[in-house]
């Protein structure tokens, strides 16, 4: 089972409209239960190859996988929600990063992702990737950084955001995720995760948000008037 414990911490905010804030639905505890291991390896293509328009899919953090694994984790009696662990073994440096599903209904033998998971991954379409069930606590703190000052265009930039990570069932520190707002596209690195330190579950949870400044961002200079 994947679980890491993480200390307690408060996170930056900066300027411009008061970023950060709390939202989701609180989920009652649970008992944390030892899964059967699901372990398999798919060839990953993005979701733009797959059959017919899935491109809303490229704004999330799941994937399609085949029938047959639905199949086999129903068997392995995995409890909800599902989460997987997503590993490239055979890049230079491993590449890891974790998601939820979308459907079981790829062609028998692959997954299709979105484009930013292939890039995380260091994927090219056909590649080998390895996808292990886990289990991850659930979240109570993510700080984000916006890859662009164009982010703060946004005016009520915490409602877009609580609702594209709608789309997402887990968030993983060091991913750079893509959310769509307005027909253009947000890179979203995922800088830090509570109470685990590299990945928590984000579905049904009180999750609260930190911002830090976009990657460009220059404070405004205060000029006082004499």
């Known amino acids: 089972m994947y679980a890491d414990d993480g200390s307690d911490g408060g996170g930056d905010d900066f300027g411009y ?22 372990s398999r390896y798919y060839s990953a293509y993005p979701v733009a190859a797959y059959p017919g328009n899935k491109a809303d899919a490229n704004y999330g953090g799941k994937i399609f996988m085949p029938p047959s694994a639905l199949e086999e984790l129903s068997r392995l009696e995995i409890v909800y929600p599902m989460l997987f662990k997503l590993e490239n073994d055979e890049a230079a440096t491993s590449k890891r990063t974790h998601c939820g599903v979308l459907e079981f209904t790829a062609e028998e033998g692959r997954v299709y992702l979105p484009q930013w998971m292939m890039e995380t991954l260091d994927l090219s379409p056909g590649s080998p990737v390895k996808v292990l069930n886990v289990a991850l606590l659930r979240g109570s703190l993510v700080k984000l950084q916006p ?29 750079i995720v893509t959310i769509e707002y307005n027909n253009r596209e947000y890179r979203i690195a995922v800088l830090e995760t509570k109470p685990s330190p590299t990945a928590i579950n984000i579905v049904e949870t009180d999750l609260s948000v930190d911002f830090a400044a976009p990657v460009g961002y220059v404070e405004p200079n205060n000029v006082r008037s004499g």
């Open 17 to 38: 409209g008061g970023f950060g804030g709390t939202f989701g639905h609180r989920q009652g505890g649970g008992l944390r239960m030892r899964q059967r291991q699901f």
């Open 147 to 175: 890859q662009s000052t164009d982010f703060l265009d946004i005016s009520d930039h915490r409602a877009v955001l609580e609702n594209a990570l709608r789309k997402f069932s887990s968030l993983t520190v060091g991913d």
